[in-house]
């Protein structure tokens, strides 16, 4: 079936550092790849999104680069911050936006 | 205040007695999903519905049952609960773009611990 794989599984940095995440999709039939933020404790977040007519988004600190033809796509974080500690995870949907599929999560350590 | 709404949050149950997790959202959505998080496995996709009286499985149906009567009201069934099926819980909702769902809105979370 379907999968998304997610790389690396934890990830520790120094402040002000920057900070990428990797996710790899399987269906050729995504079209929308969301990132989400989960704090210890709480529900995901959208923090970003990307769809699969743009290559790259950015956000303040925040940026998303998406390669279809590797089925590939980044997070990346720029300038991190304690409170950018959290588990993300990507994801891929397919076209007509039914099926989720999530990958397995990061858990971000930024150090002061 | 738009939200997606989630009762229990916690539950403790026993093997093979029914139970249902409720699921609301007052936005108007017509897409929502019901996920399990497990420790290492990320979210999995358990059932989802496009509208209502339209529901799919996702990756991990087995053991479940779903039914969307309304548009604001998903509810997760588990007729005979087993142990493997402690885990916590997240519903979601989101309305269709032109390109398909968009962001999906979590619930809180309902952490189910069946013995």
């Known amino acids: 079936g379907e999968n998304v794989e997610q790389h690396p599984s934890t990830l520790s940095v120094q402040e002000g550092d920057s900070a990428v995440i990797k996710c790899t999709y399987s269906d050729s039939a995504s079209n929308y790849f969301p990132w989400y933020k989960q704090e210890l404790g709480k529900r995901p977040q959208l923090i970003i999104d990307?769809?699969?007519?743009?290559g790259e988004k950015k956000d303040q600190r925040i940026a998303v680069t998406l390669n279809k033809t590797a089925k590939h796509f980044s997070l990346h974080i720029t300038e991190t911050q304690p409170e950018d500690s959290a588990v993300y995870f990507c994801a891929a949907i397919n076209t007509g936006g039914f099926k989720t599929i999530f990958g397995a999560g990061t858990r971000l350590f930024v150090k002061a | 205040e738009a939200q997606v709404t989630q009762n229990p949050r916690y539950l403790i149950t026993v093997t093979g007695k029914k139970l249902t997790v409720t699921c609301s959202q007052n936005m108007n959505h017509e897409y929502m999903s019901w996920y399990r998080q497990d420790p290492g496995l990320g979210l999995r996709q358990i059932y989802y519905s496009m509208n209502v009286e339209v529901t799919d499985k996702g990756d991990v149906p087995e053991g479940y049952k779903v039914s969307r009567k309304e548009k604001r009201n998903f509810p997760l069934i588990l007729e005979s609960p087993s142990p493997n099926q402690t885990s916590l819980y997240f519903c979601?909702?989101?309305?269709?773009?032109?390109?398909?769902?968009?962001?999906?809105?979590f619930g809180p979370g309902t952490r189910l611990t069946v013995l």
């Open positions: 990307i769809r699969s007519n743009v």
């Open positions: 979601a909702s989101s309305q269709f773009s032109g390109l398909g769902t968009d962001t999906q809105y």
